[in-house]
């Protein structure tokens, strides 16, 4: 462990380990087949997570205009992550879903984060981490993504 850290200031860091667990999470899953998962992706799968959706109901909950989400939507189906059903009591609803190839996927980025926390935990210590638990959510309270963060609509960088 390195005992002093380079000068920079806590925020900064935090978004380094940020953008470090994003590529580790990706690597693991190109590892595991899922070579076409992006970042991106990820905002759209974790609305999907929790049931059917509206392109016009996730747009609206990530802050981003409907075509881009239709454009995101197109090439999760394309790459076997999301499929579009026809609601058979509305045909003009066409809720999203996961795939199982999806799902395989949710499963195997929280398989990479949690190895990658167990590994933190061995090194710092239950109590350290629940520290950190609790700076890092009083730090999206202050930034005003604790509820983004709960209800699963983190808005998408730029325009998605």
């Known amino acids: ?80 992550l999301a499929a579009q059903h026809i609601d058979s009591s509305d045909s003009r609803r066409r809720p999203i879903t996961l795939t199982d190839r999806g799902r395989a996927a949710v499963d195997r980025a929280r398989a990479v984060r949690r190895e990658l926390e167990d590994g933190l935990q061995k090194v710092a210590g239950v109590d350290d981490l629940a520290a950190a638990r609790r700076v890092i959510g009083v730090l999206l309270d202050q930034l005003g993504m604790g509820q983004h963060v709960a209800e699963r609509t983190v808005p998408m960088p730029g325009d998605g």
């Open 1 to 80: 462990m390195t005992d002093e850290l380079p000068e920079a200031d806590l925020l900064s860091l935090v978004s380094i380990v940020g953008a470090a667990i994003d590529a580790r999470v990706l690597a693991g899953m190109a590892e595991a087949g899922f070579d076409d998962v992006r970042a991106a992706h990820g905002y759209l799968i974790q609305r999907l997570v929790t049931g059917p959706q509206l392109i016009t109901t996730m747009a609206a909950d990530l802050g981003v205009t409907q075509q881009a989400m239709s454009k995101m939507v197109k090439e999760m189906i394309r790459l076997g």
